[in-house]
């Protein structure tokens, strides 16, 4: 059998399908809160998102190492990732620069990652978060660099306390590790810059 | 054709869509998620060399060639003006390896790469300002060693940028920066802004564009994103003021833009336009007429044209 | 409607015409010919091939004709077309030791294995014009050596390192692959790796002059040339699918190792320490330079006081590179004149403001000599 019916297929053009998803991204991560969604181009590996297998085809590579969750690391999503993006996967949360975990687990937390240290803060972890849903949640309130005013998220699926993880990762600021949820084609950016307002 | 279209049997290489390759994108892609996420950070990239000088906006052009697809119009100025040298030797660099569109109206770009201005149209959500930037580090100037400014940045320590401004004003009773003017970012970094006169620098706070900076020959690019606090440094008995002109765009009449000072005539005439090209023939087009606008057209400086 | 005049684009145009015509000159002079740039001005294409990073003999020979003979604009060409080249992976270290030698010289050792190979050059030459140069179609008489070399060229610092008088050099733990300047930004302070990479590249005069400001006093080494070679040396590479190593041909390189004065410290006993200076094709002032630099840059490592320029590895890595140099000191050609109209808008009204408040004191100075005002 031949590798590609293994594996699904990736990106057909990579150029165009890339900088699609690096802008929505973009777009993510400097608005925070906002929904943002990437085409359904691709067929992603199982335990991968649509949302999720698109921003790692347009951003990892080589240079960039990637942490699973154990349940993923050994199944589909790794060896698609490997084919398509040639990463390495590491064990150590806080050697990676992108990390995909699952919402609802109770590990490992945010803290786990790297939050890059002061005179390179840039050197830390994007986590992209899975979650079921992007609103109909318990909701919350944003602020920051990117908001006017304030904005509210309501995302579904997330384990109890992560509010409190992502207070604490803003705390961190300058440091801190950058999350962006993602549930089916959809995207919400919430960088160490944004501050949580209250939780209900 | 363009040159990235060029099939592979060509004597001439075929480039990648807008010249970079994959991998030094998606370098260049990782290193802007990462400075939006710290606005005013300067986050270390790989700057690749470019067919263009280094100095002539290689970082912007790097930058822009990351983030430009189909869906964008490019408008490239210097100075303010589209018509400027190096601006139309990068729209034309655009043009050829990513079939750029480009305009030269600032409400119809997506994309909009600066050297030394910011427009005088409001910028809008969903705008990327791109800005060519020489000298990244504001500290630089006071202390040139990069190890010791990162470490500055790091701990935040600022004194010694409040002491030369402060210096300033105890020997000519105001900040006589008049370029490239510091600010302090969403009350973390201080950052330079390129070498735009302070003029613009309050078009920065708060915009709803999104803007990016990028300093090639240095290697460093940094973000604002949109709705950000951006503070020119000043001080309490000595607030920030900016530019300010005892007279009006000769060829529009405008009295809020930045003008640009023309030498007329070898015995001291002037006369002050608007920096901002475009935004100077959309006021005309509106019917707008500065004092010397005829003067201006006799003299070739401007021509007429049916519309 | 009126529109500013738009001159820009084909004004610009017309400066690449009238560059191509002023790089061909004179019609009635025959063109030069890429095979003759890069056979007759060898080391002028090896200057490029260095500054440029990249070797390859007729593309540095096709700069050079492009860019009139401007050794920095040829390099400035070489290194834009060398980033859109694909990347397959680092060749294997080269062995200078089995360099194919085409000179050798140390100034450390009267004889010593294979001998002093003196080979092409300028040294003895007096520098009178040889006119009959003018006149075409002399060929030079090609020398026959009467014995051959040596087989075995030992270097000199690794005769001297078996006597464990020179200061060992061990790659880094797990030997890992040399940082790349061209790919990663530098940060500070930079290890050895990224210092070589990056005076591999340097502008030869920039670092031949920091290499004489050590020797004239601005840095504390007393050199001496352990050994100079110059020679082919073999490339190989192991391809990752086939796991063996595979021959690419041969490279010219001039390799330069100074020998330098080193007091030892409590835990290592007295040695000689190493400069080091790697370069493509035949470059001795380059070499040499480099591994003066090389040294001076050790000296933080050595515990050393590093006061001058030619010691600090931010004032070497940043100044080194011409190609951005050029770009920047060049750069101050395009417009400024917003920022030059901030500039003047200040400076006109602070001497305004400096006007008033002398007339202001005249005046207050006229009342006080008023001899009733008198204290």
Known sequence: MAIQDIISPGFSDPVFQSQAAFRALLTALSEPGTLQSVAADIIPPEGLATATATALLALADYETPVWLPETLRDGPAATWLRFHCGVALVDDPARAAFAVIDGAASEPKLAAFNPGNDQFPDRSTTVIVQVSGLDGGAGFSLSGPGIPGTRRVAPQGLRPGFTDELRQNGALYPLGVDVVLASGEGMIGLPRSTQIEEAR | MTVHQMPADNTKPAYNYAYLDEQTKRMIRRALLKAVAVPGYQVPFGSREMPLARGWGTGGIQITAALIGPADTLKVIDQGADDTTNA??????????????????????????????????????????????????????????????????????????????????????????????????????????SPIPKFDNPKMHMSPALQLFGAGREKRIYALPPYTSVKSLDFEDHPFRIQSWSQPCGLCGAADSYLDEVVIDDRGGRMFVCSDSHYCETRRAEGHRGAMLGDAAASGLVEETNP | MYVAVKGGEAAILATHDLVAEARRGDPAVPEITVAQIREQQALACARVMNEGSLYDKDLAALALKQSQGDVIEAAFLMRAYR?????????????????????????????????????????????????????????????????????????????????????????????????????????????????????????????????????????????????????????????????????????????????????????????????????????????????????????RDFGEATNYPAQQDEFVLYHADNVEAAGFVEHLKLPHYVDFQGELELIRRIRREREERLAQERGAKEQDTMPEAAE
């Not at chain 2, 729209?91 to 030269?104: I, Q, V």
């Not at chain 2, 320590?157 to 009773?173: D, H």
């Not at chain 3, 030791?97 to 190979?117: E, F, H, N, W």
């Not at chain 3, 400001?213 to 082919?232: A, D, L, M, W």
Request: aromatic share 8%; glycine share 8%.
């Open chain 3, 83 to 299: 980033t859109t080249l694909p990347r397959f992976g680092s060749s294997e270290p080269l062995d200078t030791a089995a360099m194919a030698i085409r000179r050798r010289v140390s100034a450390t050792y009267k004889d010593l294995p294979g001998g002093q190979v003196l080979g092409p050059t300028y040294d003895y030459t007096h520098r009178l014009f040889d006119f009959a140069l003018m006149e075409e179609g002399r060929e030079a008489e090609p020398r026959k050596a009467s014995a051959p070399l040596d087989a075995t060229m030992p270097r000199v610092p690794d005769i001297l390192g078996a006597e464990g008088l020179m200061e060992a050099e061990e790659p880094p733990a797990g030997d890992p692959r040399p940082f790349d300047l061209t790919r990663d930004p530098v940060s500070f302070p930079a290890d050895r790796d990224v210092r070589l990479q990056s005076m591999a590249r340097g502008d030869e005069g920039f670092l031949l002059g920091l290499g004489y400001s050590v020797q004239r006093g601005f840095g504390g080494s007393h050199p001496f040339v352990g050994e100079v070679r110059v020679g082919e040396v073999a490339v190989e590479f192991v391809p990752e699918e086939l796991g063996f190593a595979v021959d690419l041909g041969e490279v010219t390189l001039t390799e330069c190792q100074m020998v330098n004065q080193f007091q030892g410290s409590k835990d290592v006993p007295p040695q000689f320490t190493r400069g080091y200076g790697l370069v493509f094709g035949h470059s001795e002032r380059k070499a040499m330079s480099m591994s003066l630099v090389d040294r001076a840059l050790k000296s």
């Open chain 2, 88 to 193: 139309v030797s990068i729209r034309k660099f655009f043009e050829r390896t990513a079939d750029a569109r480009t305009s030269e109206a600032t409400e119809e770009a997506t994309i909009i790469q600066t050297r030394h201005r910011i427009p005088e149209a409001p910028l809008k959500s969903g705008q990327v300002m791109v800005y060519q930037v020489p000298m990244p580090e504001p500290l630089r100037k006071l202390e040139p060693r990069e190890a010791e400014t990162r470490k500055m940045h790091a701990w935040a320590e600022y004194g010694l940028m409040q002491v030369k401004l402060y210096e300033s004003i105890a020997r000519f009773g105001e900040v006589t920066t008049t370029y490239d003017y510091p600010v302090m970012v969403n009350g973390r970094y201080v950052m330079s802004p």
